[in-house]
Each structure stands twice: as C-alpha cells, then as structure tokens.
C-alpha cells in the first residue's frame, strides 16, 4: 500500500522532504529548498531502493557540522514513514 509523507526538516537548507513509499520500497522522493542539483541526485539515487538500505546508507551524514544533512533528514522521513 502506498504512503507519502511529508517530512519537515531541521537543521538544513531543505524546508521538507516529501517521500512515497510501497510496502518497503522507496517509490518517490523530493525535498522542498535546498540544494537543487544535490537534492535531485539522492532523490534518483533511492528511487527503487528498499527503504531500510537507504535509511542505513543515510542515516548519520553531516553536513558542515550541523549534526544533519538532506540526506540524514530523508532517512528519518524514510523512518517515520516505516512507523505510521
């Protein structure tokens, strides 16, 4: 069954990671602000992936010390997706 989610992000460029998910695979992925170019690129990249693979692949990535990045952020959006 399909779910998007909207995630809003803290500590980051991105103001909301909007993400779509079937079951356990990533079916969608976007972010709303940020880095363009950046944000498309991890959006293609999980795109088709299993969500715990991406979220493992993610999950802890800093950006310029801030204790998070767009891609952290997706994983905890990947996470809570899992939850609801």
Do not use: W
Request: aromatic share 2%; net charge negative; hydrophobic share 35%.
């Amino acid at each position: 069954m399909k779910k998007t989610i909207t995630y809003p992000t803290q500590g980051t460029c991105s103001q909301a990671v909007i993400v779509t998910v079937d079951e356990q695979t990533i079916v969608e992925a976007s972010f709303v602000g940020g880095c363009h170019g950046n944000t498309q690129g991890i959006a293609a990249l999980v795109r088709g992936m299993q969500v715990e693979e991406a979220i493992a692949r993610l999950e802890g990535i800093d950006c310029r010390g801030r204790g998070t990045s767009c891609p952290d952020q997706l994983a905890r959006a990947l996470r809570q997706a899992l939850n609801e």
